[in-house]
């Protein structure tokens, strides 16, 4: 799930540092860091869900976003990846730039067991949200709408979960990408990607 990269869309909190054109080079160097990495870890059974036009190179399934909020697009897709035969589906951003095949992985194992695994991001969100199909997303994603993109979204969903009798696990905490803190901390942090060190450097130099 992506916002596709264009100026004037998304990361508007690091726009003073980045600028609008900036801020769109930005989105589109996690989306493409993103896709690569997926496709490594499932080749073959990669979709993108974007809410625009974006051309990538990198081979996925293109889905449409369709709903009012985040949770009913995320719930469209799974349901869209899914369709007949429900299986297990990793459902991740491209907000947290240090996401590796060690979460992917361990969101992978623990679906074996459970029926929901959650990223926890710093922010109080989640960077990845597994499900066993489309029963576990229609549950952990239907809370309240105005939830999306504050601190509670982990805390509400994994609370929905839960009150569905579903079994919920959680991967170790990253942060994501958002406010200049965000790019001083990762900076610091050495999984940063080399590409978004390029990117920030000069962007953390300046502040």
Known sequence: ??????????????????????????QAALLERTLRLACRFAPGDVHLALDGSYPTAVPARRLVQRGA????????????????RPRPVLVIGTDAPTLSERQLSAAAAALCDDDVVLGPALDGGYYLAGVRGPSAADAVFAIESGLWG??????????????????????????????????????????????????LQPVAARA
């Open 69 to 84: 909020d985040l949770g009913e697009r995320m719930r469209h897709a799974v349901g869209e990846v899914t369709g007949s």
């Open 1 to 26: 799930m992506a916002r596709a990269p264009r100026p004037g869309a998304g990361k508007t909190r690091l726009r003073p540092r980045l600028g609008a054109d900036g801020c769109a080079r930005l």
């Open 150 to 199: 504050g601190p509670d979204v982990l805390a509400a969903s994994r609370k929905a979960a839960v009150r569905a009798g579903l079994r919920v696990s959680l991967l170790e905490p990253l942060r994501d990408l958002d406010t200049p803190a965000d790019v001083d901390a990762l900076l610091a942090d050495d999984c940063l990607p080399p590409e978004l060190t390029a990117l």
